[in-house]
């Protein structure tokens, strides 16, 4: 069984900062590109971030300047580094990522930014 567990998210204010993380385990005999999706109440998930496992990154336009994603390919982790957030960042973000030539899904982590 695989497994991707995410942790960091909670309550912001607008301008701060928070870090997610998600972890991969489990029977891995391949992994690929790791990255952040997410979902707003009432609209489709949406790409964030995802990062190759040679570094190589892509964001959406609307984080490019105030996300970054990294990670530890020994550990296999990725990160997500979020400054200046705005309340339309409200969301459950969602970890993904390639393994065993398959799709996993975290289960989640709420972030939620006031105004």
């Known amino acids: 069984q695989v497994q991707l567990v995410e942790s960091g998210g909670g309550l912001v204010q607008a301008g701060g900062s928070l870090r997610l993380s998600c972890a991969a385990s489990?029977?891995?005999?391949?992994?690929?590109?790791m990255g952040w999706y997410r979902q707003a109440p009432g609209k489709q998930r949406e790409l964030v971030a995802v990062r190759s496992r040679g570094d190589n990154t892509n964001y959406a336009d609307s984080v490019k300047g105030r996300f970054t994603i990294s990670g530890d390919n020994a550990k296999n982790t990725v990160y997500l580094q979020m400054n200046s957030l705005k309340p339309e960042d409200t969301a459950v973000y969602y970890c993904?990522?390639?393994?065993?030539?398959?799709?996993?899904w975290g289960q989640g982590t709420q972030v939620t930014v006031s105004s």
């Open positions: 993904n990522a390639l393994i065993n030539l398959g799709t996993y």
């Open positions: 489990g029977s891995i005999f391949s992994i690929g590109a």
